[in-house]
């Protein structure tokens, strides 16, 4: 049975930084795109970032240069490293995992193509 357990988040001060984790069982990592979306209040889910399984990150534009994703597939887990927070970064953050393309990454990093989820964690910053 797959499961992905995210956690981490919480309060943070515009500027501050926060980090999320995600453990996965019952899949091997290795093969699979791993990602981070966030749902704010009263808006759709978008997914902000990615990481295949050779490592390559990729952003959308209103987290680039400022998230970091990563991943350690002997511990199936990953990270999003969340620096110089903006009150826009508050929502609900879901890791997510797609196991169809073999630890690719393919189509644009807004594309939702995963399987999975965590159960999520709220992050809130404030001005």
């Known amino acids: 049975q797959v499961q992905l357990v995210d956690s981490g988040g919480g309060s943070a001060q515009t500027g501050g930084s926060l980090r999320l984790s995600c453990v996965a069982s019952?899949?091997?990592?290795?093969?699979?795109?791993a990602g981070w979306s966030r749902q704010a209040p009263g808006k759709e889910r978008e997914v902000v970032a990615r990481i295949d399984n050779y490592g390559r990150a990729s952003y959308v534009d209103s987290v680039r240069g400022r998230f970091t994703i990563s991943r350690d597939n002997a511990k199936s887990t990953w990270y999003l490293e969340m620096n110089s927070l903006k009150p826009e970064d508050t929502g609900m953050y879901y890791c997510a995992a797609a196991p169809r393309y073999g630890g690719a990454c393919p189509f644009s990093v807004e594309r939702n193509i995963y399987d999975y989820w965590g159960q999520g964690n709220q992050v809130t910053v404030s001005s």
């Open positions: 019952g899949f091997t990592l290795s093969t699979f795109c």
